[in-house]
């Protein structure tokens, strides 16, 4: 008891002059969850006890501890508490391999899953049209999916697909490349452009992150053995999850 209400005690986290309580409490509370004074799952007291002994108001309390629920250091469990999440894995993502989502997931030994937000067949836009080789002449079947492992939101990605590969996207449940394995059309290389990007309004609702969070921008144009252009996915992948590895090596002629 003596420890918590030594590092709640406003002599250790409140200085005049530094801001609001509410801002100083809430640096506190994430500096002690990230040097591990405050280790994973452990409880916060309530609110009334918190408040008492960090000496501020309730209201105070309740803006920090929902400022560090945003950031997703804290958890708020229904009718136990408020505890301190467990880190995120990062997963390391090889940019030299051509995985589908759902493989990727999978060797990780997570769960995949895959929400359809939109789907259809449309006239190409300009960088649909020049990604794939078309012309408004033809038409793309676009899928928009929200990409979750073990239930949690991970990428949103919106994939376009020439008609004649595609010909009905609702035949799409959860691997995109899986139905395109079974037609033998599945592409054998890709070419990635990576951006940083801060999070749309609406992206980053789907997301669960907070507007304007920087997220990992992905375009990948992928081709048939052939060289034609049959996938071009954008996608949304939370930086927080994701870091791509690029394995580099020594050009033998230099
Ligand atoms: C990956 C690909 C994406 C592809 C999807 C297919 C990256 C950056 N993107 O997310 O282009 O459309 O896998 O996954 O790796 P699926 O077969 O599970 O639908």
């Not at 209400?5 to 990230?34: C, D, K, M, T």
């Not at 899953?113 to 449309?122: D, M, V, Y």
């Not at 452009?193 to 980053?204: C, K, V, W």
Request: with cysteine; aromatic share 6%.
């Amino acid at each position: 008891m003596n420890d918590l209400v030594n590092l709640y005690a406003p002599s250790v986290w409140f200085r005049l002059g530094r801001g609001p309580r509410y801002e100083q409490l809430y640096r506190h509370i994430a500096g002690a969850i990230s040097t591990g004074d405050l280790s994973p799952e452990t409880q916060l007291p309530p609110e009334r006890e918190l408040a008492e002994m960090a000496e501020v108001s309730r209201v105070t309390v309740r803006k920090a501890v929902s400022q560090l629920v945003d950031d997703g250091v804290l958890e708020q469990r229904r009718g136990a508490g408020t505890f301190v999440r467990k880190p995120r894995l990062k997963l390391e993502h090889s940019l030299s391999t051509l995985v589908s989502f759902t493989e990727y997931m999978r060797q990780r030994g997570k769960n995949p899953t895959s929400r359809i937000i939109n789907r259809g067949i449309f006239t190409p836009t300009p960088d649909e049209q020049i990604a794939l080789g078309l012309s408004t002449a033809d038409r793309v079947a676009r899928i928009e999916r929200l990409r979750s492992a073990d239930g949690v939101a991970m990428a949103i990605e919106w994939s376009s697909l020439p008609h004649d590969i595609l010909p009905d996207p609702n035949l799409v449940e959860m691997s995109l490349y899986d139905v395109l394995r079974a037609k033998s059309c599945a592409p054998s290389r890709a070419v990635q452009r990576i951006t940083a990007i801060n999070l749309p309004p609406l992206e980053a609702k789907l997301l669960n992150l907070a507007e304007g969070a920087a997220v990992l921008r992905i375009d990948r144009t992928g081709y048939l053995p052939t060289g034609r252009p049959i996938e071009f996915t954008r996608g949304l992948y939370r930086s927080d999850i994701y870091d791509f590895i690029a394995d580099l090596r020594l050009d033998p002629n230099t």
